[in-house]
């Protein structure tokens, strides 16, 4: 019998993701209730992450210690633990390892119940959240009172944590005042952040003057010394760790670091990735028991102070053997993982998440520390990859979710799926990729993209007709509110091979053979563009040509992106040797790689150091990484390398469409490092440039096209789309955007044309009739 | 930091202290002068001065005889403390924190359970960055071995919406520099 629908109204219904229409009635709920203040508040813990980090001049350097310091002290997790409990027990604390959630809150409750303890208050903890301490303590019939203010109005509601760090960040001003008027049925007037908080301060202030115990996480724990970091704001975990004289600390496993030196890096890297502080308020280094008299006590006699170290494996040494998993044992929960996240900043951690852990690393520490179907959420990973970048101990993120997409893929393969999955495994004899349908059809485009060019126009009168995308949708889940770009005829590779049929070639004067070309390339005949969109390639390939490079069109070939987003890791490992391959044969002949769609660049510079794992395909990766850019970061580099000035050249006041632009590069763009190129050469150009300040455009590849997402990936769009519209205040602008997603997104939303830049350029190369200026390479 | 190589540590702490909304003074080392500061910027109302831990105590003695100022240790007395007076053993340049010795004395509870926290910080113990005080050769290593906290601005939370200053720690925090 199917279980009754969960009330869509109530988080906690919708906590547990095991079941995709759990996932689905989470994200209706968080798009209708949180929505607003999720992303207000995300979208500024994001702000201020990128001004702190910019302000931490060696940050790279830090990152790299903090990575260093969390790979080796994962490795040696057995022997630093031995080593801490010989610390704290030294030091006069007790040492308590739990395997699980019940032996860590059995364990935990015995200590207050020995103790006599009444009243608990409790500093932030996911550790304690995770393994539900709180509902044993009560079943106690101890009082707990979570002190910290956002945990404080979670417990008065009674919801799990939307955020790592902030977790009533789905909260605006408004809702917590209603919640406390209903609640605490009060005259008082709450109706500013400092009377709520005021509020809250009176009500705490009491419980923490009469606790008889504090229990708190631990942000880092050096095993030399049994010292522990608690980095707070607001004071309750140093109250909580103070006051009482029975302090109990609970962390995962993976906190401990070899020693208390190692902490040094990592203080500015969490302020600064979290909430975007040089440091945050507090930040406490102590190795507990304290000394300090405890002076707020109930009795005249001041009692002995009391320290429990609790630590919780709870999967932890399980994920540390998963050849993939163990990454996110470095985690640091920083949060910026989720803060970057367009997706995250869209729903917040009660869609994006499970019952503790949320955003782009709570799918694997679900995974870890509950089962592999709580962490269905991951599906909103689109794989933007901007969080790579971001993550302060470069966990690859995404990675870690393509990974559990392809586990939960191959649990969800039905009958027939598992048929598909055999024809369409392209060469790789994994039996891994099996997948649903969805999975499938999204997976291999580079199939449909070649059918459906071949057998143009009829595919696109197909795609068209209201019956065949209303199958689409039923079989492989493609909305059919979305147009998929109609298949080009001829491709890109056609239209190379036989130039005086493309029109778009034709006009262009080929290089002077008497001058030694400049520049070597090959443009990548990516499917996307190849099949959908090849009049960005024909543009590049006018623009190129008018400047004297000397470029040829490669074979296409699928370069793994569509596999890889689907969780069809083994596919898109057949698919980027190929690739590799292939390409290589054009750096040995001494030409650069150019790539027109920054998902593939993006393959290039970051998936394929996973994906070519061997030795031989590091290798691969590494030449294709250094030979292989994006089409305007070539192009820029090449005019600047031999003094070529785009403004004589592509000089914007003589543009048919105009000199104002709105720009938007691409998610992965930004990651790899290649949009900035874009926006300097269309500025020298003479080009006025307004630029989108979004992470991504919410379409991420294939993410938006799928049924279930559409709504979430158009509520995505918006914050683009008024972006533009505050752009175009003074006046209309031509929209310029390097994805092919990106671009069916601003299409979609605002219904307009929108331009690959060199596109925007290629209409001021001049008609060969008119052009009488020599071959630009003869300037070099 | 291009600016803080330029600038003196006191300078480029005074800085990024008060972009963290604390206030910063430099004055004199003297009991009287001391005395005074507080004097001129504290509220009226209960006042504790903490047993310093770097700092000569009789730097503090004056502040011992300010109107307000008491001796009582009751956890009544403590909860109502308007201003808590400590003694800060370092002070961070690029953060614009104080190091706080929470394990020595009441410096601890003073610095946690005042409205109004000042922290007198020794100008020669302002380190660069927080990494620092993890380093054998800086301040003696003192902050590989103390129970300390960085105290970054007053006591905050975003989480009733806007920012508010002031939770369950000091509303203020006031940094003598001397
Ligand atoms: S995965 Fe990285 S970015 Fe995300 S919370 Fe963990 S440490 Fe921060």
Redesign the interface.
Known sequence: MPAPAPAPESPRAVANKSSKRTLLAAIKMALRIESSAVRHNTQTFNRNRYSATGALSDYDRLKDRARAIKERAIANIPELLATLEASVTQNGGHFFLAKDAAEATRYIADVCSRAGVRLVVKGKSMTSEEVGLNRVLQARGIEVAETDLAEFILQVADEQPSHIIAPAIHYSRERITALFKSRFKTDLPLDSGEELTRFAREHLRQKFLAADAGISGANLIAADSGSIVLVESEGNIRMTSLLPPLHIAIAGVEKVLPSRADFAPFLELLAASGTGQKLSSYTSIITPPLHAVPVLTNSDAAPRREFHLVLVDNGRMTMRQDPVLHEALYCIRCSACLNSCANFQTVGGHAFGGETYSGGIGGSWEAGTRSLDAARFNELCTGCSRCVSQCPVRIDVPFLNSTLRQRLNRRDAGKIAQLFSTVLADGSRDPVDAAPLQKLFFGRYDLFGKWGSLLAPLSNWLNAIPLTRSLMEKFVGLDRRRELPPFAKPTLVEAWRQPPASPALAAVEPPSTAVQPAARAVLFADIFTNYGSPSRGLATLKVFQSLGIDVVVSETCADGRAPLSQGLIAIAAEQARRTAELLRRYIKDDRDIVVIEPSVLAMFHLDYRRLLADAEGQLLFQILRDHSFDAMEYLWSFMQGVGLNPAMLFPASRHPLGTRLFYHSHCQQKTVGSALATEALLRAAGFDVATSRVECCGMAGSFGYKKEYYDLSMAVGQDLFQQVAEAEADGPRVLVATGTSCHEQLAAGLKRNVLYPTELLAALVPKPESQNRKPAASHA | ??QSASMSLVDAFEK?ATA?AATVERVARDPEQIAAAVARIAPAGPLAVAEPLYLPTKLFDACRHLAGAFDA???KA??DCAVGVTDAFAG?A????ICVC?????A??VS?LSRFHVAVLPAENIVE???D????DCLNGD??R???????????????????R?????HRLHVIVV
């Open positions: 930091m291009p990024s963290a240790r009751s956890r403590m909860d961070v690029h953060s614009g924190s929470i394990d020595h004395d009441y601890g509870y946690l960055r927080p990494g005080l993890f380093r054998l902050g590989l103390r129970n300390f906290v960085f105290i970054t601005g007053p006591s905050a939370t975003a989480d009733m919406g806007p920012l508010v002031g939770v369950h720690g000091p």
